[in-house]
């Protein structure tokens, strides 16, 4: 659910952006008519016209608060669903799956990115930063799968010795014979909550009744970069992966 929501959500950001855009262009393009017709002395037209004007005006910012708004209710409806999927993992332990460690960080990784690189098109976001998260999670999810995929064949190629079956075609992530789980740190998972917490900050913003400090916005921009860096480090050197339950 968390991956197939994730478009929806970068719609809803991409469009309020362009409205945005399209608005304030308009004002400016509205504004300069209006004082040319001023000038003109056209005064009772101009009224008219600016009632009109008005009308459209209130229903416009109606629609520029309400869409963010829903985008940042959607976002935390989304963040609220996947803890509680971890919640009932760590609490129910009979419900977890060797499968289930890979997907659900896979999952946060597709439903950051998108999300990230979408604020990064609106401009709330650096491009940096934002390249800096995608790229650690491409080298992760690469570390990951060379790894698994090592592992596998070592474990294969074992179960082969004193047989002369010969079977190449297996499934690296098959759940009944990958011998490694995921398992995040706490530095992992200290940097998945700062990047959720700023992309929602990022989302608030465009939200007109809230306003966001940006010495807040820029400190955690700086914080979150280095928790990137720190946190690749498990994955990349495989301390990250555990034995699983397949022998």
């Known amino acids: 659910s968390l991956i197939l929501a994730t478009p929806y959500l970068s719609y809803l950001l991409i469009s309020h952006h ?10 400016i393009n509205e504004g300069a008519a209006v004082s040319s017709l001023i000038s003109a002395d056209a005064i009772a037209d101009v009224t008219t016209a600016s009632v009109a004007e008005n009308l ?10 309400s869409t963010p708004a829903f985008a940042l209710s959607l976002f935390l409806v989304m963040g609220f669903t996947d803890f509680l999927d971890g919640y009932i993992a760590r609490t129910f332990p009979s419900t977890a799956t060797v499968l289930g ?6 999952a946060d990784k597709v439903f950051i990115s998108v999300t990230s690189l979408t604020l990064c098109y609106t401009g ?14 491409v080298g992760v999810v690469g570390s990951v799968y060379w790894l698994v ?4 064949v070592r474990k294969r190629n074992n179960e082969k010795q004193g047989t002369n079956k010969k ?14 789980k995921v398992q995040a740190s706490f530095m992992s998972k200290v940097n998945t909550t700062l990047q959720i917490g700023l992309i929602a900050l990022g989302i608030a913003g ?6 966001i400090p940006p010495e807040l916005m820029t400190s955690l921009i700086w914080i979150t970069a280095g928790t990137t860096i720190g946190s690749s480090l498990g994955y990349l050197d495989g301390s990250a992966m555990l034995k699983s339950e397949n022998k």
Do not use: C, H, K
Request: charge should be negative.
């Open 124 to 137: 709330t976001l650096p491009g940096l930063l934002v390249g800096l998260w995608v790229a650690r999670d």
């Open 167 to 180: 079977n190449n075609n297996f499934a690296v992530m098959d759940p009944q014979n990958t011998p490694f």
């Open 18 to 27: 362009g409205e945005s855009v399209a608005a304030s262009s308009s004002i």
């Open 101 to 106: 460690t890979y997907l659900d960080p896979f």
């Open 149 to 152: 995929r090592q592992e596998t």
């Open 206 to 211: 465009e939200v007109p009744p809230i306003s």
């Open 56 to 65: 459209s005006t209130i229903a416009a910012n109606i629609d520029q608060v």
